[in-house]
């Protein structure tokens, strides 16, 4: 079993960048792949971002990708997501999460354990 708790998110103006963070517990962390996903207001929770257990593959949303890069430490139990040239529509919910479906990373479903979620807020 994993546990995940995020944190990093706040306010920050447009064209600023966060760093978020995602605190893993469990032995078996490094056999897991890692994704961000993000839910807006009145939105359905979308894919932002995965990275393979080794962090030798990463994958992206195409509304992310050039803007946003997805890192692991494997031995901190540590998965980030720095983002850069942010824009108010990334305004959402970002949460953390682990598979071992590397064949749907891009789907909620696949995600066997999620975290608590962290506030991202880009002001116009």
């Known amino acids: 079993q994993v546990q995940l708790v995020e944190s990093g998110g706040g306010l920050v103006q447009a064209g600023g960048s966060l760093r978020l963070s995602c605190a893993a517990s469990?032995?078996?962390?490094?056999?897991?792949?890692m994704g961000w996903f993000r839910q807006a207001p009145g939105k359905e929770r979308e894919f932002v971002a995965a990275i393979s257990w080794s962090g030798g593959s990463t994958y992206y949303a195409d509304s992310v990708k050039g803007r946003f890069t997805i890192s692991r430490d494997n031995t901190k139990n540590m998965v980030y997501l720095q983002m850069n040239s942010l824009k108010p529509e990334d305004t959402a919910v970002y949460y953390c999460?682990?598979?071992?479906?590397?064949?749907?990373?891009?789907?909620?479903?696949?995600?066997?354990?999620w975290g608590q979620g962290t506030q991202v807020t880009v002001s116009s």
């Open positions: 999460a682990a598979t071992l479906n590397i064949g749907a990373l891009r789907e909620n479903w696949a995600y066997a354990y």
């Open positions: 469990g032995r078996t962390f490094s056999s897991y792949t």
